[in-house]
Structures are given as structure tokens and as C-alpha cells.
């Protein structure tokens, strides 16, 4: 069984995410900040009528991003637990097919990143860190248990 | 009851359908157990349904089904060739009478006794039952066309699918705005929002649940409380049909089953109470619901003993919430409104059915985080009463839009109490500490910046523009923002858990354009702001303390008109004050109008050929149901009227002249304004109006200025309230109206001392106005 995986460019590497759970990917148009909410939600967007939380994924991987403009960013667009989420990415362009099951990363890919991992997978493009949607909604490590 | 049994016919069909294939494997291998277990909860589940309505033979047979397949689960019996036909028959014969019912036929009554008997076990051999051949694929064609059952979600889809074709519309709209001519698709397009707006209504409609559903549950809840309690209580439903979404049914459901507890337990007295009281030994408590507009009013009424208001101050003083000079100087009310502290409760001892776990101020605060409020009344001895207002339904929310550092939100209207402006002059403000109030009313409001609340920037310091916010029971603060956009009607969606964790926010909704726009949890972020929570009451009585030496006279804003004029209005007509450029007016005259916003309105206070300074103060003023506009150079400050009032004479839109401060002031007239300028509400709500006499005059000359006067004129048999009489017209035709005016052809007093002269206009209008007023009394 080869499960199909669309390769995002973040925090200037390479991972891939379940296609399966992928809804779309879009270019944000206006973001709405949100005040007082946790540093890697960036704000709200909307896909068409609904609400869309933009997630800052570079934030979650704890890497320091240009705040400045939102706009004309690439989002892949989530659905978890019944809410839809912008997962903010450099870029996503790719479907592979993987060749083989998830397996434990091995090798600590560094803190931010094993965080957001589930894991590592071999793919038509080379081995991904294959990353945990929920733990990116979730947000960075500090929050939860180290 | 209809929708209950609609709704029992359309489980039982759902349940039978599903129960088909299920038959036939349990028939090839009576011995499976899963396959029995469903068929015993089949009948089961009929059994225990039909005991809420009258289908003796339904139940005798489900009942006879249910013990049969239990000795079977227990082993007790084998399930042999008889016994799964008997089962069979009864489950086609529950089919048949499911069809009867729904079509309203009386159950057809042939003998189920050897069905039944067989089993019980104790036919013999050679009793048969009949079969009824064909009847469950009777059972399901019959009805499957007129009722289907979907699942939320799907509504939910087409209902999020619905308002994207509004926002796409409006898109379409603001790009037509902008070609700005002649496009040729403006008739298709507004047809195509017409179509919208149908459908949009329709699927609101599909959401809406009669709150009957949720009423029938209460008898029950009632008669098993007063029977634990020892007490007789008849409960009375009014208005079931009454109809509410049905996410909201469900969100007043707990609040409301707590009210009846309360009711039930401590309200409602024991029968021997109530006898000494001098009441009927069974207490009445009546739950109703009314439709008002877009709110659902729910009243819960008992005729109990009225909540002690002594017991719940001495509590309160107990508690140290209150100190007994507090309560002394709170009115009767104020002291029923102490139900609502936190840790309050009348009851003398903790008991299984209202317990202690949450109290009156957890049931309004859950009522007021959908937006609705609660209310309550109560007279010692004769009862108490709870009022509940909800909006009609949780998806669309009247909202107010504010900005604040940059950023727009929107604040649900329900809690906008005011808007205040100190461009409007006579707002006081004091520093205590860090936090500033300002007088409103008689009363110091905390005031609470919005951008600062949120964490956006540090609080302006000269912020000047207010929304004074109301919760629940007149808990008021002023919360400061940079500007006030607009009323909308916006569709609230609920926010991922990330973003409601602040708990500032209570969800999400998108502009015209598309921008999503927050909607604010006004009381979180006022009382994480440090609003004190009994600011009325503490300041009520300081109010009451320092002792009104003065009567209050009318509240009135003061400004400069075009002219050059000193006048005041009622302040409690002046919804907002706006500056606005010149250009906004159009057709400057007596028939001005203003672009305010998206709004036109028409102008007053524009004399004909008057030179508009560059920019005015424009001053909404508002009936509660229409707008109109008054134009000045300036608006100057709040005062309080004390002087007399004198009338001059040949100013129709002026009550009079009065001294204010020394200095004279003209006092508008808002009733005349909005008598002469305000668009004329159409419906059953004007006074209607007859004109008996030669036709073509009466409806020419004078039909016009009754009009414009508000009066709808009638033809033919209807009846109306005021009617013209035209010189020598026949007496009779009076009958049909409640207030006759006569009219004559001749000037001078000669002839009918009652009648008028047709081109007196002063004395017509005179008389039109007296009828009026006489029929308004």
C-alpha cells in the first residue's frame, strides 16, 4: 500500500504530509490577527464561508519567522477535529507516493521537528519527516510537556 | 403530542426497514444470538415507546414478543419453528399498525390472542395465527415520500453552501458598484439575490424545531418531583407550537429544567402551606413561549410562596457580599436580583432535586453566553416568575461592528445598551487608580479600552468614543473604541479551540467582503478588565444616599443648528452623532437627504437655501424603528431641562423655548419630526381612514395630506377609524367609523356649528390630530 504524501517546503526542508488529510492548498488572502491567542496561530482567514485558523508552522518548529505580511503565503489547508486550519508553509507543490510504512525517526532531527514529526518515510523523492497535524495545531513544545 | 408520534411512527419505520435483513438470517439460524439481541430491542424499545400513547394492542403485543425473545436470551426457552413465526407475525403486525397510524385510522382490532397465545406458550399444536401476507413493503412505500429524515450535518452543509452564495453575491454587487453604469444584468441579479434570500429562508426554516418537543418533556419531570415532594402540582404548556432552532432548544433545556426544579422544590408550596395560605391545595405552574419579533420569550410562573427577598438579604449580608446599610437602601426588586450572587440561595436545606451544585447565576450567565437574557419577578406570597428571552436562533446574531487599534470586531447588539460620544459634549470622567469611569446616567462606569483588553496596544488616552455594554442585570461598563462601523446581521461560526482559549471571543463572522471579523465576549472581557460586578447596585445606592434634592428634568443635547440657533433635543432620541462632509447631503431644502454610512436619511434642519458649512454634525435620531437625520454646526454639551417650557408660535418642529444655563434654547420637537419626515410604517398599525363624499375631490384634495399625515385611507365596507364627511353626505355612513369629521363647502361660521370649512387646512389638520390622539387614548 503506498499512501500519497504532498511535500511541503518548511523552515527551508523538505516534509510531507498525509495527503488524505489534505482539503486544498491555497495563497491566504487577508488574515485576520487574532489577539491574545498563542504565538503560533497567526489569525483567521476565511476559506470561502467558513473560518480558517492560520497556523505560524515555522513558530510551532520554533524557528523565528518574518511576522510582517501573511498575504500571498502558501497555506495546506486542514480539517482536525472538526475545525479547518491554514498550515502556513513556504511552499507545496508535490504528491509522491511513499514506499513504505512511517517508521520512528531514528536520528533527533532537532527539537522543533521532533516535535511536529510522526515519523520518517521513504518516498519516490527521498526520505520526509513526515509531520503530525495535530501536533501542529497544538503548537509548540514549551506548551506542552517537554 | 402530533410531533411526538410523528416522530415515534418515523424511528419505528427507520428501525423496521433496518430490522428486514435481520429477520430473515435469525429465521435460517434461530440460535444466533446477535440476531435475537436486535429483535429483542426492536420490540423492546416499541414496547417502552408506546407506553406515552394509547396503543393497547401495539403494546399487548410487543409486551407478549418481549418476554417470549427474553425467556430465549435466558435460556429458559427454545426458539423452535412456532415461536420465531409468532415473532415474525408480530413484528409484520407492528408494521401494519404503523401505517394505520400515521394515516390517523383507528387500529383495525383482529384478534392478536392467538398470537399472543402462542407466545406465552401455551397454545396448543394445532392453533395457527394468520399470516399477514405483504405488509411490510406496504408499510414502507406508503410513507417514505412524505417524510425523510436527514442528518444535521447535511442542513449544516447547504445552509454554509447558502451563505457563500450570499458572499458571492455581494462580491458580484460591489463589482457591478464599481463598473458604475449600465450593465444589462442588473434585473437578473437582483432577481438572483431574491432567490437567495427565499432559500436562505428556507433552510433557516429547516433548523426550526417547535419547542414542544421540548416542553412534553416537563409534565413528566413535574409530576415525578411533586411526587417525591409530597406536593400537588398541575403544570400548564402554552404556545408549544412555537418555533425556536434547534441547536437553541437545546441550549435552554438545562437552564430551563433547573427553573423548574427550583420552582417545583422551593417555590411551590407543600398542600398543607398552601391551604393555610388560603390557596388551592395543588400549586399551577405555567410554562409558556412567544414568538416577539426575533426573540423567543419563555416564561416559566408559579404560584408558590415568591422568593423570600428578607431570607436572601440576611444571606447576602451573611455572606459579606452585601453590608446591611447596602441592603437597606435596595428597592424590593434589587433584593429578588440578589438570587443571582454567586453562593446565594434561599433554601433552607440542601435537597436531592435542586441541590446545591449550581446556582441562579450559573443558569443566567449559561443563558446570557448565547445571548439571551433572564429575568425575574416575584410577589410573596402569590408566586414567581422567569422570564427567558433567546434570539430566535444562535446562527444569526444582530451585531454592532467597532474598530479598535486598527482591527474590527463585532459586539452582539444585544448587550449595546448606548453609544456614547464625547464629541457630544457633558461626559464626565475621574481617574481611581488605573482605572477611569465615566458618568453615564447618573452612574460611574468603568470604562475599558478595547484595544488595551485585547493586548493590542496601550489604551489611547484621549479615547472619546463609547459603547456602553449591558450585562445581564444592568452590570454596565464603557467600552472605549476608536470608531463604530455598522449594525449587521452576521452569521456566527464557531472558532477552533486554539483561539477561544483566551476566552475573549465567542466566534467568528465574515464582513461583505469576506474578512473574517471576531465576534467579543463582552462580559469575559469586562470582567477580566476588573468591572466591579455590582457596580448598579453599590452606586444605586449611593444615588439614592445623596438624596434627589432636584427633580430630573428631560435630558437634552444642546447644539448650534445651521443657523446659528441655539436648540436641544431629547437626548434619548439622539442615537449617535456623526460628522459628515458636505457633499453628503443631497437636495438641500426641507427635503434634504443624507448619506450616512450605507444608509440615506432624510435631513431636517436644512432651511431652504441655506449655505452648508464644509463639514456638519450630524445627529441620528432614532423612534426605535426609523432613522432620521438633523443637521447642526456643532453639537454643544448635555443638560438637564428644569425651566418651563414656553410655546412660540409659527414654529411647527419646535415644543417651545427654554432657558438653559441662562441662555435661551429652542426644544425640538422629535414627535413632529418624525410625524412629517419619518418614512410611514405600512401594515395594520396606521389609523385607517374613510372619505365618504364626491369622490374625485375628497380623493385628490384631501386624500394626499391624510396620507402624509399617517392615516391609510380605505375604500368600500372596511372599517376605519376616522371618517370624512363631505357637505350633505348622508349621516349613516358614519356608523362604520369611531371618529367622524364633517366637512362644508362655505367658509365662515355659518351652518353646523361641528363641521369645518374643506379649505381650512389649519382646522383639518386640528381636527385629524384630535381624532387621533382620541383614539390613541
Known amino acids: 500500500m503506498s499512501e500519497m504524501l504532498l511535500v511541503v517546503m518548511l523552515a527551508g526542508r523538505r516534509a510531507a504530509l498525509p495527503a ?19 504565538a503560533h496561530v497567526a489569525g483567521l482567514a476565511a476559506l470561502r464561508s467558513r473560518p480558517l485558523t492560520v497556523i505560524d508552522c515555522a513558530a510551532v518548529l520554533g524557528v523565528a519567522t518574518d511576522k510582517a505580511d501573511w498575504r500571498r503565503q502558501r497555506a495546506v489547508v486542514v480539517e482536525h477535529e ?33 516535535h511536529a514529526a510522526l515519523g520518517r518515510v521513504e518516498t519516490e523523492a527521498g526520505a520526509l519527516l513526515l509531520l503530525d497535524i495535530a501536533a501542529l495545531v497544538a503548537g509548540p513544545a514549551e506548551s506542552k510537556a517537554a | 403530542m402530533d410531533d411526538l408520534l410523528a416522530e415515534f411512527v418515523a424511528e419505528t419505520r427507520e428501525m423496521l426497514a433496518a430490522l428486514a435483513g435481520e429477520i430473515v438470517a435469525w429465521e435460517a439460524d434461530p440460535s444466533d444470538r446477535a440476531r435475537l439481541d436486535t429483535i429483542f430491542r426492536f420490540v423492546h424499545t416499541v414496547k417502552g415507546n408506546c407506553g406515552f400513547f394509547d396503543f393497547p394492542r401495539l403494546e399487548a403485543l410487543s409486551h407478549a414478543a418481549e418476554d417470549a425473545l427474553a425467556d430465549v436470551r435466558a435460556d429458559r426457552r427454545v426458539p423452535d419453528r412456532r415461536l420465531v413465526d409468532a415473532v415474525l407475525a408480530v413484528i409484520d403486525r407492528i408494521g401494519v399498525m404503523i401505517v394505520e397510524i400515521e394515516r390517523g385510522e383507528a387500529l383495525s382490532d383482529n384478534g392478536d390472542e392467538d398470537l399472543i397465545a402462542v407466545l406465552e406458550g401455551r ?19 406508503a410513507a417514505e415520500q412524505r417524510t425523510i429524515r436527514l442528518p444535521v450535518e447535511l442542513i449544516d452543509q447547504v445552509m454554509s453552501g447558502v451563505s457563500e452564495m ?3 453575491r455581494n462580491d458580484i454587487a460591489r463589482r457591478m458598484q464599481a463598473m458604475d453604469g449600465d450593465s444589462g444584468i442588473e434585473a437578473p441579479f437582483s432577481r438572483l439575490s431574491a432567490l437567495i434570500a427565499e432559500v436562505r429562508d428556507a433552510i433557516t426554516r429547516t433548523r426550526m424545531r417547535r419547542i414542544e418537543g421540548l416542553f412534553a418533556t416537563f409534565p413528566r419531570l413535574v409530576r415525578d418531583l411533586s411526587a417525591e415532594l409530597g406536593k400537588q402540582i398541575f403544570i400548564e404548556l402554552e404556545n408549544g407550537e412555537v418555533e425556536l432552532d434547534r441547536e437553541m432548544i437545546e441550549l435552554i433545556r438545562d437552564p430551563m429544567l433547573h427553573i423548574i426544579r427550583n420552582a417545583v422544590d422551593h417555590g411551590i408550596e407543600t398542600p398543607t402551606d398552601r391551604l393555610a395560605a388560603g390557596k388551592r391545595e395543588a400549586g399551577m405552574l405555567t410554562i409558556s413561549a412567544r414568538q416577539s419579533g426575533n426573540t423567543i420569550h419563555i416564561g416559566v410562573m408559579d404560584d408558590g410562596r415568591g422568593i423570600d427577598c428578607d431570607r436572601l438579604a440576611e444571606k447576602a449580608v451573611a455572606a459579606g457580599i452585601h453590608t446591611a446599610e447596602e441592603i437597606v437602601a435596595m428597592s424590593r426588586q434589587e433584593r429578588i436580583e440578589l438570587i443571582f450572587e454567586p453562593g446565594l440561595s434561599t433554601a433552607e436545606a440542601i435537597s436531592a432535586i435542586s441541590g446545591r451544585g449550581v446556582g441562579m447565576d450559573v443558569v443566567r450567565t449559561n443563558i446570557e453566553k448565547f445571548g439571551g437574557t433572564l429575568e425575574i419577578e416575584s410577589t410573596p406570597g402569590e408566586g414567581t416568575r422567569f422570564l427567558i428571552c433567546v434570539p430566535l436562533t444562535l446562527s444569526i446574531l444582530p451585531s454592532l461592528t467597532v474598530e479598535a487599534s486598527g482591527q474590527t470586531f463585532a459586539i452582539p447588539r444585544s448587550y449595546v445598551e448606548e453609544i456614547v460620544s464625547e464629541a457630544g459634549g457633558g461626559l464626565e470622567f475621574a481617574q481611581v487608580g488605573e482605572l477611569r469611569y465615566v458618568t453615564f446616567r447618573e452612574r460611574r462606569l468603568a470604562c475599558v479600552s478595547l484595544g488595551g483588553a485585547l493586548g493590542l496596544e496601550p489604551a489611547p488616552v484621549d479615547a472619546s468614543l463609547f459603547v456602553i ?9 464603557a467600552l472605549a473604541v476608536d470608531r463604530i462601523f455598522d449594525h449587521h446581521e452576521l452569521v456566527i461560526k464557531p472558532l477552533s479551540p486554539g483561539i477561544m482559549q483566551s476566552g475573549l471571543f465567542v466566534g467568528c463572522t465574515q ?56 436648540r436641544a433635543i431629547a437626548m434619548s432620541a439622539v442615537e449617535q452623532v456623526e460628522h459628515a462632509p458636505a457633499m453628503a447631503v443631497r437636495n438641500p431644502g426641507p427635503n434634504a437627504q443624507i448619506v450616512l454610512g450605507e444608509d440615506i436619511l432624510p435631513l431636517l434642519g436644512v432651511p431652504e437655501g441655506i449655505e452648508l458649512p464644509a463639514r456638519l454634525s450630524v445627529m441620528r435620531l432614532g423612534d426605535g424603528m426609523q432613522q432620521i437625520a438633523y ?23 419646535m415644543v417651545g423655548v427654554t432657558l438653559v444655563d441662562g441662555e435661551t434654547a429652542e426644544l425640538v420637537d422629535c414627535h413632529a419630526l418624525f410625524a412629517s419626515h419619518a418614512e410611514q410604517a405600512p401594515g395594520a398599525r396606521s389609523l385607517t381612514c374613510r372619505l365618504a363624499g364626491e369622490d374625485g375631490w375628497m380623493r385628490t384634495f384631501i386624500g394626499p395630506i391624510i396620507e402624509a399625515a399617517g392615516y391609510r385611507v380605505v375604500d368600500g365596507d372596511e372599517p376605519a377609524d376616522v371618517v370624512f364627511l363631505d357637505h350633505g353626505e348622508a349621516f349613516e355612513t358614519e356608523g362604520v367609523a369611531r371618529k367622524a369629521i364633517r366637512l362644508r363647502s362655505a367658509p365662515g361660521k355659518s351652518g353646523d356649528a361641528d363641521s369645518i370649512y374643506r379649505y381650512d387646512r389649519n382646522a383639518l389638520m386640528a381636527a385629524l390630530l384630535r381624532a387621533g390622539e382620541e383614539l390613541a387614548a
Open chain 2, 631 to 653: 443637521a447642526s454646526q456643532k453639537v454643544l454639551e448635555i443638560a438637564s431641562l428644569n425651566g418651563v417650557v414656553k410655546r412660540v408660535n409659527g414654529q411647527p418642529t
Open chain 2, 166 to 168: 450570499v458572499l458571492a
Open chain 2, 123 to 141: 397454545a396448543d399444536d394445532g392453533l395457527s395465527f394468520a399470516q399477514i401476507p405483504g405488509a411490510m413493503p406496504t408499510a414502507a412505500s
Open chain 2, 469 to 477: 455594554l449591558r450585562l445581564g442585570w444592568g452590570d454596565l461598563y
Open chain 1, 20 to 38: 488524505v488529510s489534505v482539503n486544498s492548498v491555497i495563497e491566504l488572502g487577508e488574515v485576520t490577527p487574532v489577539p491574545c491567542a498563542a
Open chain 2, 511 to 566: 464582513l461583505d467582503d469576506g474578512t473574517p471579523v471576531l465576534v467579543l465576549d463582552v462580559a469575559a472581557i469586562g470582567y477580566a478588565a476588573g468591572i466591579p460586578r455590582e457596580l448598579h447596585r453599590s452606586s444605586a445606592v449611593a444615588a439614592r444616599g445623596a438624596a434627589p434634592t432636584e427633580r430630573e428634568g428631560l435630558r437634552v443635547v444642546l447644539f448650534r443648528d445651521l443657523t446659528g440657533e441655539r
Open chain 1, 82 to 114: 472538526g475545525h479547518l486550519y491554514g498550515l502556513m508553509v513556504e511552499g507545496a507543490d508535490d504528491i509522491v507516493a511513499a514506499l513504505e510504512e512511517p517508521r520512528p525517526l531514528g536520528a533527533d532531527p532537532g527539537p522543533g521537528w521532533q
